[in-house]
């Protein structure tokens, strides 16, 4: 059945690749959050290689479990200041979610001599459940970083499409997202990851370039 999803969802993914153009190449993280190593493992069989965690307890827990495979684990949920060891002890190939200047002076500060990639979230949707630097001051936000915290090798954006019903709405958000993409490429952006099961389709029709999905994976 995994197989099965696999193949529906990166077949999806390839529509929605060339509709927007035939030269984007767009990558897949598996959100595995609630998933067991077991149902990581089958996935890894079939060929899927990056996987993403919101928390790091899980984070930890699934990287020791499985670390007989050459997995590319990314973290992709809020991080609390008091995780912020822990989670460098565990060396993700890209942190999702540095949603604040405060953030990132944290993580400089721990890092000592090791380095971290990321992308700057942004609260496209503007909605106070989401975390993420505003639309108005991401741009600032992300040169400053640049700037101030050598250790942080920011790569891009992440956002979590507008909760609504409401494809417009959808649209909107993604939009705005991809706007502050392109103000920052000159910095050096490559990677626009957004767009979820629901949404991962009109994520792409936006420049994004790199899909968070889970439920459609593992249903």
Not at 68 to 75: G, K, N
Not at 136 to 165: F, R, V, W
């Amino acid at each position: 059945m995994l197989a099965l999803n696999l193949e529906r969802v990166l077949r999806r993914i390839e529509r929605a690749r060339l509709a927007y153009s035939p030269h984007q190449i767009i990558s897949l993280v598996a959100v595995s959050k609630y998933q067991t190593q077991e149902q990581i493992r089958t996935l890894y069989e079939c060929g899927q290689r990056a996987f993403g965690e919101n928390k790091v307890q899980d984070l930890r827990t699934k990287t020791q479990s499985l670390d007989d495979l050459p997995l590319e684990w990314h973290f992709i949920g809020n991080l609390q200041e008091n995780k912020i060891n822990t989670l460098l002890s565990l060396k993700p190939a890209l942190l999702h979610s540095l949603d604040s200047i405060k953030l990132a002076l944290a993580l400089q500060k721990r890092l000592g001599e090791q380095k971290i990639r990321a992308l700057l979230q942004v609260n496209a949707a503007n909605e106070t459940t989401k975390s993420g630097v505003s639309i108005e001051s991401a741009k600032e936000i992300y040169e400053q970083i640049c700037a101030t915290c050598p250790n942080i090798k920011l790569e891009g954006i992440m956002s979590i499409g507008a909760h609504s019903d409401k494809r417009a709405d959808i649209e909107k958000s993604f939009k705005l997202t991809r706007d502050v993409f392109d103000k920052v490429q000159e910095r050096g952006a490559k990677i626009l990851s957004m767009g979820m099961s629901g949404d991962f389709e009109i994520a792409i029709a936006y420049g994004a370039n790199l899909v968070r999905i889970g439920s459609k994976l593992f249903e």
